[in-house]
C-alpha cells in the first residue's frame, strides 16, 4: 500500500493546493512520480484532503435504487474520474490516490465500505447545516429576543448578504441590477384596491399620492417593511401587480405605472440562488464557505418568496422585514430595492417580477399635499336610462413654481423623488372572478378492523 509515497506540488494541478504544498505544509524530499527534488506531501495527506473535499462538495449517486436493484448506471463520475478533476493526477499518482483512498474508506470492523464498492459521485446540492442552524437561532432571537438592535441578526445578515455587491452568476453577471431610463426595466406597475366608487374617485384626484406608497407613518407592514414606513411595492406586469393585491370579486383595481426617473440599484433574488464559485479551488476553505452560503441562499430565496397566509404575516414577515432593513440601511452596499418572483401570478412567467423599494427610493414625483388641486376625477358617464364606469381625469396645467420639487423648509435630507406616475397609463380593473389553480388530494377513507373477540 502505498501510504508512504510522496507527490509534490509539480504534479498536482490545483493551484491552491500546489502553492499550499510548495509555500506551507510541504516538505523537501524526492517526488515518487515525476522524480524532482522538491516540496512534497504523502499521498496519504493528499487523500485524506480529498475526502474532506468529497465530504464537502459531493453526494453519493452509486447507492440509489435505480443503481442497486434496476443495475441504472449512476450520474455523476466514478472516484478516478473525481479525484482527476480535483487533482489533475493521471497514471500511478491517480491509481497510488485511488488506492490510499479506498483503503481509508474502508471500516474493519464492520467490514464495509464508506460509500459502497466502485463508488460514483455528483456534486451535492447542499452544504448548508452550518449556516442554516446559524439561521434559526437568528429567527428565535428575533422573535423572542429583541426585534431591534439585534447583535446576533446584524452579524449573520452581513455574512448571509454582506458581498452581494461582488457576486456572479454563472453568466458572469452581477446580482445587483440597474433599473431606470436606458436600462430594460425603466417603468413598474402598482395596484391599489377599492371597495367603493367614492374611495376610488378620492384616489384619482392625486393618483401620484393615492396610487403610490402611503406617507410616513401610515399603512400598515408588509413582507418587507414594518407598519409605518412607507416601501413601494409594484410588478414588472400590470397583471401581477393586480394578482399581488388578491382583490375581492366587486372590488375595482386601479393599476398606475410609475416611471423611473433615477437610476436604482435592486438586488434580484432570483440571481442569488444561482450563485457562482467561478474556478476556485475545492481545497481552499473560503471556497467552502463560499459554497455554504451560496446554497444555503438557493434554499432561503424560496422562504423569502413563499405565499404568507394572512393569519401567518406578522410572524412569517419578521425575518423578511429584517432582511429588508439591513439591505435598505447598509452603508457599503447602496441597494435601493429588491426584484423577486411572484407566488401569486399564476402564469409562472420568468419575465415578470415583483419589486420593491425601499423608502429611499419610493418618492413619488408631486405626491406631496402641495399638488392635491392638480386634478379633477370623473367616473361615471350618464344618459337619461343608465349609468356605466368611464373613469377620466382632467388635469389642471403646473404653474411654473409648481414644476420644481416641493420640500419643506429645512428639509434638506428629504428623499429626492425616484418615480413619477404616467396619468396616461391608469387602468380600472373591475373584479368579475377569480380563477385558482391548485393540486389536489383525495383523502383516503378505510375501516379500521375491529379486535377479534376471544373464544
Same mark, same amino acid.
Given at each position: 500500500?502505498?501510504?508512504?509515497?510522496?507527490?509534490? #506540488?509539480?504534479?498536482i494541478?490545483?493551484e491552491?493546493?500546489?502553492?499550499e504544498?510548495?509555500?506551507?505544509i510541504? /516538505?523537501?524530499?524526492?517526488?515518487? @512520480?515525476?522524480?524532482?527534488?522538491?516540496?512534497?506531501i504523502? =499521498?496519504?495527506?493528499?487523500?485524506?484532503?480529498?475526502?474532506?473535499? =468529497?465530504?464537502?462538495?459531493?453526494?453519493?449517486?452509486?447507492?440509489?435504487m &435505480?443503481?442497486?436493484?434496476f443495475?441504472?448506471?449512476?450520474?455523476?463520475?466514478d472516484?478516478?474520474?473525481?479525484?482527476?478533476?480535483?487533482?489533475?493526477l493521471?497514471?500511478?499518482a491517480?491509481?497510488?490516490?485511488? *488506492?490510499v483512498?479506498?483503503?481509508?474508506?474502508?471500516?474493519?470492523d464492520s467490514?464495509?465500505e464508506?460509500?459502497?464498492?466502485?463508488?460514483?459521485?455528483v456534486?451535492?446540492?447542499?452544504t448548508?447545516?452550518?449556516?442554516?442552524?446559524?439561521w434559526?437561532?437568528?429567527?428565535?432571537?428575533?422573535r423572542?429576543?429583541?426585534?431591534?438592535?439585534?447583535?446576533?441578526?446584524?452579524?449573520?445578515?452581513e455574512?448571509?448578504?454582506?458581498? %452581494?455587491?461582488?457576486?456572479?452568476?454563472?453568466?458572469g453577471d452581477?446580482?445587483? =441590477?440597474?433599473v431606470?431610463?436606458?436600462?430594460?426595466i425603466?417603468s413598474?406597475?402598482?395596484a391599489?384596491?377599492? *371597495?367603493?366608487?367614492?374611495?376610488l374617485?378620492?384616489?384619482?384626484?392625486?393618483?401620484?399620492?393615492?396610487?403610490?406608497?402611503?406617507?410616513?407613518?401610515?399603512? #400598515?407592514?408588509?413582507?418587507?417593511?414594518?407598519?409605518?414606513i412607507?416601501?413601494?411595492?409594484?410588478?414588472?406586469?400590470?397583471?401581477?401587480?393586480?394578482a399581488?393585491?388578491?382583490?375581492?370579486?366587486? &372590488?375595482?383595481v386601479?393599476?398606475? %405605472?410609475?416611471?423611473i426617473?433615477r437610476?436604482?440599484?435592486l438586488?434580484?433574488?432570483?440571481?442569488?440562488g444561482?450563485?457562482?464559485l467561478?474556478?476556485?479551488?475545492k481545497?481552499?476553505? =473560503?471556497?467552502?464557505?463560499?459554497?455554504?452560503?451560496?446554497?444555503?441562499?438557493?434554499?432561503l430565496?424560496?422562504?423569502?418568496?413563499?405565499? %404568507?397566509?394572512?393569519?401567518?404575516?406578522?410572524?412569517d414577515?419578521?425575518?423578511?422585514?429584517?432582511? &429588508?432593513?439591513?439591505?435598505?440601511?447598509?452603508?457599503?452596499?447602496?441597494?435601493?430595492?429588491?426584484?423577486?418572483?411572484?407566488t401569486?401570478d399564476?402564469?409562472?412567467?420568468?419575465?415578470?417580477?415583483n419589486?420593491v423599494?425601499f423608502?429611499?427610493a419610493?418618492?413619488?414625483?408631486?405626491?406631496?399635499?402641495?399638488?392635491?388641486?392638480t386634478?379633477?376625477? @370623473?367616473?361615471?358617464?350618464?344618459d337619461?336610462? #343608465?349609468?356605466?364606469?368611464?373613469?377620466s381625469?382632467?388635469?389642471?396645467?403646473?404653474?411654473?413654481?409648481?414644476?420644481?420639487i416641493?420640500r419643506?423648509?429645512?428639509?434638506?435630507?428629504?428623499?429626492?423623488p425616484?418615480?413619477?406616475?404616467d396619468?396616461?397609463l391608469?387602468?380600472?380593473h /373591475?373584479?368579475e372572478?377569480v *380563477?385558482?389553480?391548485?393540486?389536489e388530494?383525495?383523502?383516503?377513507?378505510?375501516?379500521?378492523?375491529?379486535?377479534?373477540?376471544?373464544?
Amino acid at each position: 500500500m502505498p501510504f508512504d509515497q510522496r507527490i509534490c #506540488s509539480n504534479c498536482i494541478r490545483d493551484e491552491h493546493l500546489k502553492q499550499e504544498i510548495a509555500q506551507k505544509i510541504g /516538505e523537501l524530499d524526492e517526488c515518487a @512520480y515525476c522524480n524532482a527534488s522538491a516540496p512534497t506531501i504523502s =499521498i496519504w495527506d493528499l487523500a485524506t484532503r480529498c475526502d474532506d473535499v =468529497i465530504d464537502v462538495f459531493f453526494e453519493v449517486s452509486s447507492l440509489t435504487m &435505480a443503481v442497486v436493484h434496476f443495475d441504472r448506471t449512476p450520474e455523476g463520475g466514478d472516484l478516478s474520474t473525481i479525484l482527476h478533476k480535483l487533482t489533475g493526477l493521471d497514471g500511478a499518482a491517480l491509481e497510488d490516490l485511488h *488506492e490510499v483512498l479506498s483503503d481509508h474508506w474502508f471500516d474493519r470492523d464492520s467490514q464495509e465500505e464508506k460509500y459502497g464498492e466502485d463508488p460514483w459521485f455528483v456534486e451535492a446540492s447542499e452544504t448548508t447545516a452550518q449556516i442554516s442552524l446559524e439561521w434559526e437561532q437568528m429567527e428565535r432571537s428575533l422573535r423572542d429576543t429583541a426585534r431591534l438592535f439585534n447583535p446576533a441578526a446584524a452579524r449573520l445578515l452581513e455574512k448571509v448578504f454582506g458581498p %452581494v455587491v461582488e457576486d456572479r452568476t454563472h453568466e458572469g453577471d452581477s446580482v445587483v =441590477i440597474k433599473v431606470g431610463p436606458g436600462h430594460p426595466i425603466s417603468s413598474l406597475s402598482r395596484a391599489r384596491e377599492f *371597495e367603493t366608487l367614492q374611495e376610488l374617485q378620492d384616489a384619482l384626484n392625486h393618483p401620484e399620492s393615492k396610487l403610490g406608497p402611503p406617507p410616513v407613518g401610515r399603512g #400598515s407592514a408588509g413582507r418587507m417593511n414594518c407598519a409605518g414606513i412607507p416601501v413601494f411595492y409594484g410588478a414588472t406586469k400590470a397583471s401581477t401587480a393586480i394578482a399581488e393585491v388578491r382583490p375581492a370579486v366587486g &372590488a375595482n383595481v386601479a393599476v398606475a %405605472v410609475f416611471n423611473i426617473i433615477r437610476e436604482l440599484s435592486l438586488l434580484d433574488l432570483s440571481k442569488l440562488g444561482a450563485l457562482s464559485l467561478a474556478d476556485a479551488s475545492k481545497f481552499s476553505p =473560503i471556497t467552502v464557505e463560499r459554497a455554504t452560503r451560496r446554497n444555503f441562499l438557493a434554499t432561503l430565496i424560496g422562504r423569502l418568496t413563499m405565499p %404568507v397566509l394572512p393569519g401567518m404575516a406578522n410572524n412569517d414577515y419578521l425575518i423578511t422585514q429584517a432582511i &429588508a432593513d439591513f439591505l435598505a440601511t447598509h452603508p457599503n452596499l447602496n441597494i435601493d430595492g429588491i426584484l423577486f418572483p411572484s407566488t401569486q401570478d399564476a402564469k409562472k412567467d420568468s419575465s415578470t417580477r415583483n419589486v420593491v423599494l425601499f423608502r429611499k427610493a419610493s418618492t413619488v414625483l408631486r405626491s406631496e399635499p402641495e399638488y392635491r388641486e392638480t386634478a379633477t376625477a @370623473y367616473l361615471m358617464e350618464y344618459d337619461e336610462h #343608465s349609468a356605466w364606469l368611464s373613469p377620466s381625469i382632467e388635469s389642471r396645467p403646473l404653474a411654473e413654481d409648481q414644476q420644481q420639487i416641493f420640500r419643506w423648509p429645512g428639509e434638506e435630507d428629504r428623499f429626492e423623488p425616484a418615480l413619477e406616475l404616467d396619468r396616461n397609463l391608469i387602468t380600472i380593473h /373591475e373584479i368579475e372572478a377569480v *380563477e385558482y389553480r391548485t393540486v389536489e388530494n383525495r383523502v383516503v377513507h378505510t375501516f379500521k378492523e375491529l379486535p377479534q373477540k376471544k373464544s
